[in-house]
C-alpha cells in the first residue's frame, strides 16, 4: 500500500475535502452531520470514530484502497480487502467478467485495473494487441515473463497503436484529459505518478480545435491497417457495488466500430 497522504487524520480529511471542491457546509450536508463537527475533525478537536470515518469516506467518494489509508490515518484497522481474481471468493465476479467478454466477441474488450494494466481480454482484443510491432513485442514478454500488458503503454507508445492512428492529435488529448481526470480523482500518487510517465510516453501534443467540424456523439479513434480504415470508440463498465479493492478498481473496455467497414473488418478477423 502507498504512503498515506497525510499522518494524520485532520490533514487526511482536509485534503480530501479541498480535492473534491468541498466546503466544511458541503461536506457536512453530503454526510448529514453539522459544520461544526466537521470543522472540529479538520482541527483535532473532536475525534472521528471509525463509523464516521466510512460515513466521511462515502461523502467524499473517496475509492476504497484510499479509505483504508484514511482509516488508518484515525487510528483504525484496514477493513477492505484486496482480493485477487483468482481466490475461491472471487469466482462469481471472475464468471461475470470471462462472460462480458465473450459476449463481446469479435469486437475487442479487455479488463483492467487501477494502473491500465489489462488482466483479462477477449479473443478480438488479442488480435488488437497483435496489429503493433511493440504489440507483438508486449505479448512476447508477457508470455515470457508473466508480465501484464498496459493498455495505455500500447496505445501511446511510438511504436505501438499510435503508429496507426490517423487523427492521434484529436484522439491523444482527449485521452491524456481522461486520464488526468482519473488520476486526480483517485487521490493515489502512484496512480498519479503512472499518468505523468504516460504522459511523457506520450510526448508533446497540440491540442486541435475540437469544435472545428461539429461534435460527433462520441470521439472515435481512426485508425490505419495497412490500408484499412478502421474507427473505434470505447464503452467503460465499472462494478455497481463494490465491496472489495480488486472490484471497486477493475474497468471493463469495450471497442465498438464507429461504421460499417470496422465492423465488417472484425466479423471477417473472427472468421
Not at 462494478?239 to 473488418?265: C, H, N, S, V
Request: hydrophobic share 45%.
Amino acid at each position: 500500500m502507498q504512503q498515506p497522504i497525510a499522518d494524520n487524520f485532520q490533514s487526511a480529511c482536509r485534503h480530501w475535502r479541498r480535492l473534491r471542491k468541498l466546503s466544511q457546509l458541503d461536506l457536512a450536508l453530503a454526510a448529514n452531520v453539522s459544520q461544526r463537527h466537521i470543522s472540529w475533525l479538520e482541527t483535532g478537536r473532536s475525534q472521528p470514530s471509525r463509523d464516521m470515518v466510512i460515513r466521511l469516506a462515502e461523502a467524499l467518494a473517496i475509492p476504497l484502497r484510499e479509505r483504508n489509508v484514511l482509516l488508518q490515518c484515525a487510528g483504525f484497522a484496514a477493513i477492505y480487502r484486496e482480493t485477487a481474481l483468482q481466490d475461491p471468493q472471487m469466482t462469481p465476479v471472475l464468471s461475470a467478467l470471462k462472460q462480458v467478454l465473450h459476449h463481446h466477441d469479435p469486437l475487442p474488450a479487455v479488463v483492467v485495473d487501477r494502473m491500465w494494466n489489462i488482466t483479462m481480454r477477449n479473443s478480438a482484443a488479442e488480435l488488437m494487441l497483435a496489429l503493433s510491432p511493440h504489440g507483438q513485442h508486449l505479448q512476447a514478454q508477457e508470455a515470457q515473463h508473466n508480465h501484464m500488458i498496459n493498455l495505455l503503454e500500447l496505445t501511446l507508445h511510438p511504436h505501438g497503436l499510435r503508429r496507426h492512428i490517423t487523427n492521434w492529435e484529436q484522439a491523444a488529448t482527449a485521452l491524456i484529459r481522461r486520464l488526468q481526470t482519473e488520476a486526480l480523482a483517485s487521490g493515489d500518487p502512484a496512480q498519479m505518478a503512472r499518468f505523468q510517465a504516460l504522459q511523457t510516453l506520450a510526448g508533446a501534443v497540440d491540442s486541435p480545435d475540437m469544435l472545428g467540424a461539429g461534435l460527433l456523439p462520441v470521439l472515435p479513434m481512426e485508425m490505419d491497417i495497412d490500408g484499412v480504415a478502421l474507427k473505434l470508440f470505447s464503452v467503460i463498465s465499472t462494478f455497481g457495488t463494490p465491496q472489495d479493492i480488486t472490484t471497486d478498481e477493475l474497468r471493463i473496455e469495450a471497442f465498438y466500430p464507429a461504421d460499417d467497414a470496422t465492423a465488417a473488418f472484425f466479423t471477417a478477423s473472427a472468421a
